[in-house]
T-cell receptor, first 115, second 116 residues
Framework: DAMVIQNPRYQVTQFGKPVTLSCSQTLNHNVMYWYQQKSSQAPKLLFHYYDKDFNNEADTPDNFQSRRPNTSFCFLDIRSPGLGDAAMYLC??????????????FGPGTRLLVL | DQQVKQNSPSLSVQEGRISILNCDYTNSMFDYFLWYKKYPAEGPTFLISISSIKDKNEDGRFTVFLNKSAKHLSLHIVPSQPGDSAVYFCAAMTLGVAGSARQLTFGSGTQLTVLP
């Protein structure tokens, strides 16, 4: 089945220790998104890749970076995690064609715990 | 500033009855609306959507209603089933310029519990 896969599902890291979350997709979608969701809050878009073009949200902290080495993979790097970065991180993909709106498909998420 | 609001954090409904989940938005540029369902330990799953040129869209037990003048949409589930118990997120987007990514703005979700 075509899908969005996130690894790991649970990640524990120490305060200030860099961590990388990964997302892969078999849908061949050209857009990939990273969202942060804290408890009982709406998912908040951090950034997205439209093909190879990186688009950062204005209020995304510099601590958060992303890489997309190819169509299938996208990584979220947190350079120096703080306690406030503990959250669920959701990856999503969509196919964006001119004139056609496409649904975003989400992975299961990675729950990050910062000690 | 929350552009998409779901004011009810939780809703309980008896099996077989109607579930009505509500969502309000403030940005008049939004022209496409979606509902996602989320089970614990899973990512949100697309459920149903509606374009601003319509006021109703139906898919099986799920119907979404849009009232543009009130900037309000609702999701009706009839009949409700225990398997429908999940968090439901309302989301909105502006279709925008062709070739640019269409970004979703989410509400904070409503936990629906369908009681057997």
């Amino acid at each position: 089945d075509a899908m969005v896969i996130q690894n790991p599902r649970y990640q524990v890291t120490q305060f200030g220790k860099p961590v990388t979350l990964s997302c892969s997709q078999t849908l061949n979608h050209n857009v990939m998104y990273w969202y942060q969701q804290k408890s009982s809050q709406a998912p908040k878009l951090l950034f997205h890749y439209y093909d190879k073009d990186f688009n950062n949200e204005a209020d995304t902290p510099d601590n958060f970076q992303s890489r997309r080495p190819n169509t299938s993979f996208c990584f979220l790097d947190i350079r120096s995690p703080g306690l406030g970065d503990a959250a669920m991180y959701l990856c999503a993909t969509s196919r964006d064609n001119q004139g056609l709106q496409e649904t975003q498909y989400f992975g299961p998420g990675t729950r990050l715990l910062v000690l | 500033d929350q552009q998409v609001k779901q004011n009810s954090p939780s809703l309980s409904v008896q099996e077989g009855r109607i579930s009505i989940l509500n969502c309000d938005y403030t940005n008049s540029m939004f022209d496409y609306f979606l509902w996602y369902k989320k089970y614990p330990a899973e990512g949100p799953t697309f459920l149903i959507s509606i374009s601003s040129i319509k006021d109703k869209n139906e898919d099986g037990r799920f119907t979404v209603f849009l009232n543009k003048s009130a900037k309000h949409l609702s999701l009706h589930i009839v009949p409700s089933q225990p398997g429908d118990s999940a968090v439901y997120f309302c989301a909105a987007m502006t279709l925008g310029v062709a070739g640019s990514a269409r970004q979703l703005t989410f509400g904070s979700g409503t936990q629906l519990t369908v009681l057997p």
